[in-house]
């Protein structure tokens, strides 16, 4: 049988992979609620893919896709938190106030697989978002969520996590990386 690399069978299921330009734009916003069957398409689209790649491999870190990963280039990801939380549905989301406290930790893409990158990010982000109805949603995120969010977030802004990666780090390959299948570790509570 023949090996096939994270990044193929990422590809072989409909997620676009780094090098496409529309990885690289700013995502378009949507105009809610005018847009509503617009963005409701997206985001069946999203839990369409997540569904898919949700059956090939376990994230026991959560995990999150944006629509520009599906070749949709608008302003909607969804977050799944690890364990059975529900899924998190980003419309338009803006960061608005970051923690000035950051930890380190490993990401993965699933728009380059083969890798890992230890990406440093806030402990906590206040995102807003809209709703369907129009309205501008506040939630914070902490820790791991955090994490999820604003990585999710930067593919909206046309950033992959290597530019967040420290000068003089490299993703190393998926297959050094060794914390497959363990939750992210945090100090305190």
């Known amino acids: 049988m023949i090996d096939v690399r994270p990044s193929q069978q990422m590809r072989d299921l409909g997620v676009v992979q780094r090098g496409a330009g529309i990885l690289a734009e700013p995502a378009r916003g ?3 609620p005018a847009e509503r069957d617009v ?4 985001v069946d689209e999203l839990f369409a893919a997540m569904a898919r790649i949700g ?3 376990p994230f026991a870190k959560g995990m999150g896709i944006a629509a520009p990963q599906i070749g949709i280039g608008r302003a909607a990801a969804i977050v799944q938190p690890p364990g059975h939380a529900a899924a998190i549905v980003l419309l ?3 960061i608005i106030t970051c923690s000035n406290q950051l930890d380190e930790q490993y990401e ?3 728009s380059f697989f083969d890798v890992r990158g230890l990406v440093p990010r806030p402990l ?5 978002t809209t709703a369907l109805a129009g309205e501008t949603v506040t939630t914070v995120y902490e820790r791991g969520l955090a994490r999820l969010v604003h990585h999710e977030i930067d593919h909206l802004d046309g950033l992959l996590y290597t530019a967040r990666m420290s ?3 490299a993703p190393i390959p998926v297959e050094q990386y060794r914390q497959t299948g363990h939750a992210w570790v945090y100090d305190g509570p």
Do not use: M, S, W, Y
């Not at 963005?39 to 997206?42: G, K, L, Q, R």
């Open 39 to 42: 963005a409701e398409h997206v």
């Open 30 to 32: 949507f105009d809610l």
């Open 167 to 169: 000068r003089g780090v």
């Open 124 to 128: 906590k982000i206040t995102v807003e």
């Open 108 to 110: 993965g893409c699933l």
């Open 92 to 94: 338009n989301p803006r």
């Open 55 to 57: 059956q090939v491999h």
